[in-house]
T-cell receptor
Framework: GESVGLHLPTLSVQEGDNSIINCAYS??????FIWYKQESGKGPQFIID?????DKRQGQRVTVLLNKTVKHLSLQIAATQPGDSAVYFC????????????FGQGTILTVHP | NAGVMQNPRHLVRRRGQEARLRCSPM?????VYWYRQLPEEGLKFMVY????????ESGMPKERFSAEFPKEGPSILRIQQVVRGDSAAYFC????????????????FGPGTRLTVL
């Protein structure tokens, strides 16, 4: 079935490094993508989103890249901080499933001081 | 402005009992979504509701699970005759507009209810 998945389940970086988290999706009808951050014991927190008519979007210290040709999404975090340690999920919606978010498996990001 | 509220935060039930999970959306939000998260997995969509209407329940198990969002009061996710496989974190999210008229609507998530079935 349609799914959204991540290549790497864990990522460890040093404080100050840049982090890149990847996501693959298979639903060609997907037209809206979101990255969420989930800290232990909490609900997902919106980080950044991107529509399918864009290939790049920047926020504060974060950048999302979308490659529709290969159905790939990435989240780049600049100057990673210990407070960035969390699980990161990509999610998508679109086609006939507006309102229904399909989440990927998640990547655990650990930032070492 | 308070965020999405869920209660209880932790719920323990024995097999065969009923679990009732409550979700109060953000002020001004009339669209509610329920998701389930198993340990070390992503969230899985269950149901999307507007006030007094179920819009999409394609992710809801056909038996034992039901959801409602009455005109007054919180949204309720009800699980009858719980089994150990129901143990999970259940998250509610809300959005301010109709998802079908605006696909690009951020969903704000609550802190979740962690259900443990003994």
């Amino acid at each position: 079935g349609e799914s959204v998945g991540l290549h790497l389940p864990t990522l460890s970086v040093q404080e100050g490094d840049n982090s890149i988290i990847n996501c693959a999706y298979s639903n060609s009808a997907s037209d809206y993508f979101i990255w969420y951050k989930q800290e232990s014991g909490k609900g997902p927190q919106f980080i950044i989103d991107i529509r399918s008519n864009m290939d790049k979007r920047q926020g504060q210290r974060v950048t999302v890249l979308l490659n529709k040709t290969v159905k790939h999404l990435s989240l780049q975090i600049a100057a990673t901080q210990p407070g960035d340690s969390a699980v990161y999920f990509c999610a998508e919606t679109g086609g006939t499933s507006y309102g229904k978010l399909t989440f990927g498996q998640g990547t655990i990001l650990t930032v070492h001081p | 402005n308070a965020g999405v509220m869920q209660n209880p935060r932790h719920l323990v039930r024995r097999r065969g009992q009923e679990a009732r999970l409550r979700c109060s959306p953000m002020k001004g939000h009339s669209h509610v979504y329920w998701y389930r998260q198993l340990p070390e997995e992503g969230l899985k969509f269950m149901v999307y509701l507007q006030k007094e209407n179920i819009i999409d329940e394609s992710g809801m198990p056909k038996e034992r699970f039901s959801a409602e969002f009455p005109k007054e009061g919180p949204s309720i996710l009800r699980i009858q005759q719980v089994v150990r496989g129901d143990s999970a974190a259940y998250f509610c999210a809300s959005s301010p507009q109709a998802a079908r008229t605006s696909a690009y609507n951020e969903q704000f998530f609550g802190p979740g209810t962690r259900l443990t079935v003994l």
